[in-house]
């Protein structure tokens, strides 16, 4: 069975400085991983996805993220931070075996400091 | 392309209530899933359609919880007797049969809320 932890519940960062949401994952075969984006009261928005191509993914909002399979972490970046990134952000993890069955992290709640 | 849509947004109803809600996935999206997401956690898998069969539904409470997908397009989503921890986000989400990775395109939500 699969299984990602997003370490931290709640990150704050001041606007324009690193954002790093980190996300560390299990599973025994390759997985595929996902970073979700939700405001309130809001669906989830996909940001990016690793199925196996380039381990560097590039998504929406200038986000991006490193597949590492020798760490299980899969964080997610963007260099500068801007106010309309606070949200709440989601790892998830499937695999080809699974049928499609997406297992999502507990959240990181992103805050921004003017 | 229009989204998912999920109807209605909001709802409050009374313990031991019934209450119901709607989705229509994307056009051509074989699959549909019903997610439960409680305050400060992810969305946990209800149940998953692949057409108008069910695929998973281990995490489903069949014994209040219900859901149909007539002619494999819109689904709903009952809770009958509801109950308090029962209040939460409920998303819908679709998804193409294998194509596209497993991407899930994710509804607004209904937010409910059981007094």
């Known amino acids: 069975a699969q299984s990602v932890t997003q370490l931290g519940s709640h990150v704050s960062v001041s606007e324009g400085a690193l954002v790093l949401l980190r996300c560390n994952y299990s599973?025994?075969?390759?997985?595929?991983l996902f970073w979700y984006v939700q405001y309130p009261n809001q669906g989830l928005q996909l940001l990016l996805k690793?199925?196996?191509?380039?381990?560097l993914v590039k998504g929406i909002n200038g986000f991006e993220a490193e597949f590492k399979k020798s760490e299980t972490s899969f964080h997610l970046t963007k260099p500068s931070a801007h106010m309309s990134d606070a949200a709440e952000y989601f790892c998830?993890?499937?695999?080809?075996?699974?049928?499609?069955?997406?297992?999502f992290g507990s959240g990181t709640r992103l805050s921004i400091r003017p | 392309e229009a989204g998912v849509a999920q109807s209605p947004r909001y709802k409050i109803i009374e313990k031991r209530q019934s209450v119901a809600f709607w989705c229509n996935p994307i056009?051509?999206?074989?699959?549909l899933y019903w997610y439960q997401q409680i305050l400060g956690q992810g969305p946990k898998l209800l149940i998953q359609?692949?057409?108008?069969?069910?695929?998973?539904d281990s995490q489903l409470p069949k014994d209040r919880f219900s859901a149909e997908r007539l002619k494999g397009v819109d689904s709903t989503l009952k809770i009958q007797p509801a109950k308090l921890e029962d209040s939460a986000m409920y998303l819908c989400?679709?998804?193409?049969?294998?194509?596209?990775?497993?991407?899930?395109?994710f509804g607004p939500g209904t937010r409910l809320t059981v007094t």
């Open positions: 690793y199925t196996s191509a380039a381990t």
């Open positions: 599973s025994s075969v390759p997985p595929y």
């Open positions: 056009s051509g999206h074989a699959t």
């Open positions: 359609f692949q057409n108008n069969g069910v695929v998973d």
């Open positions: 998830a993890v499937t695999t080809y075996s699974s049928a499609s069955k997406i297992i």
């Open positions: 989400a679709s998804s193409l049969e294998r194509g596209e990775s497993y991407e899930q395109y």
